[in-house]
């Protein structure tokens, strides 16, 4: 399976809120909202428009991965790192190693562009394969001051987070607003919303700490 890896261009961004909802509806709660996320990131500062990129097969976007600088924080001192996502795959093409493929692009990238460490919130047994270790290893919590299973860290090159410590924070970029969804899921074809099992599993991953 031949996929192209390229930068999300502006005629792309329709295609890709579209592939996203896709991706995500019913998987973390009845609907979802990484759609409207994903739209509102790429007008926030923090975006890192070198590192979003589209996965291509036969002239058709799969995928999509995108970033944001985000901060370790200790006290007064701060530490920029970056976060991924949301990571999506049509529903249709998972499970065919694309996502994997969009996660070594852009981790080799990220270490070329010269930062740190990438820290993500995500599944640990799909994550823990990309070389992601547990933020407990490193001391660094949520703004709870707690270290949740699903906080996941990884180190850019050999002990690039020495001496690096404290609370991981996005900021206010991943905050979705459910009025803004509600207005904003309009604008794409009506689906169903309804239970699945995975929500069941992200309900315990979220809840599981270390």
């Not at 909202?33 to 058709?60: G, M, P, T």
């Not at 007064?76 to 790192?81: P, S």
């Not at 180190?155 to 969804?181: H, M, P, Q, R, T």
């Amino acid at each position: 399976m031949e996929i192209k890896i390229r930068l999300e261009e502006e005629r792309d961004y329709k295609i890709v809120e579209e592939l996203t909802r896709e991706a995500f509806w019913n998987q973390h709660f009845p609907g979802c909202d990484e759609h409207l996320l994903i739209h509102n990131l790429r007008q926030a500062k923090e975006f890192v428009r070198d590192l979003d990129f589209v996965a291509v097969y036969n002239n058709k976007i799969v995928g999509n991965i995108v970033y944001v600088k985000t901060k370790v924080k200790n006290n007064a001192a701060e530490h920029d790192v970056l976060t991924f996502g949301p990571l999506s795959v049509l529903p249709e093409y998972q499970n065919k190693g694309i996502g994997g493929k969009l996660i070594n692009h852009t981790i080799k990238l990220s270490k070329d562009l010269g930062y740190k460490a990438i820290i993500i919130y995500g599944d640990p047994e799909y994550y823990k394969r990309f070389g992601f270790r547990e933020s407990k290893e490193f001391k660094i919590t949520n703004k709870d001051k707690k270290y949740p299973a699903a906080l996941l860290v990884l180190e850019l090159y050999s002990n690039a987070l020495n001496g690096i410590e404290g609370v991981f924070d996005e900021g206010k970029v991943y905050e979705i607003n459910n009025d803004e969804l509600e207005e904003f899921d309009k604008r794409f074809a009506k689906k169903e919303k309804g239970f699945s099992k995975t929500q069941e599993r992200f309900e315990k991953m979220s809840n599981k700490y270390l």
